[in-house]
């Protein structure tokens, strides 16, 4: 992990939980003192007690880890609202449906923000049988490519994954309308409407 829970994000949250320090000393079987510390500074919670003071306080252990708590109002799964991340050491491509922290190899992954598709990343839709061929006009080299090409819509996403020193190009369903994603890994994530 890239950092450590910290005795503000702590105190916040104990606050939330109308718990006193007393209380949540209680529920982790240390003292109050030790409560006091780590909401103050003065010493961190031993890695042991990382998971039962997620569990104390309600949250995951990546948003105790993070500071960053993370309310899911997006409760009808509207796929239209997903966010996409890709781990820069593996490469791993990771999809949720709102808000979320992720972290993958070690890293606290960002959702990628998707740009409009430009005359460097251009992208061609063919219509062949019933779906849709897309041709990205891109370098497939193993230090620049197009990683994979996503279609969302509000009740789906398909995906596809592409590799270096292939072809920039696969076919997929397209049933109603939602956006049509392409990942370059040095430019990042591109989107277009359709």
Known sequence: MDNYVTGATIKKLRENKNLTQLQLAQILDVSSKAVSKWETAKGLPDISLIEPLARALDVSVMELMSGTMVSNSNRSANMLRSKLYVCPVCGNIIHSMGETVISCCG??????????????????????????????????EKSHFISF??????EKIELVKLYPEGNAECRIKMRGHGFLYAYCNKQGLYKKKV
Do not use: N
């Open 107 to 140: 890293v606290t992954l960002p959702p990628l923000e998707a740009e409009d598709f430009d005359e460097e990343h251009k992208i061609i839709l063919e219509q062949v049988e019933d779906e849709k061929f897309i041709t990205l006009e891109h370098p497939m």
């Open 149 to 154: 090409v996503a279609y969302v819509t509000s």
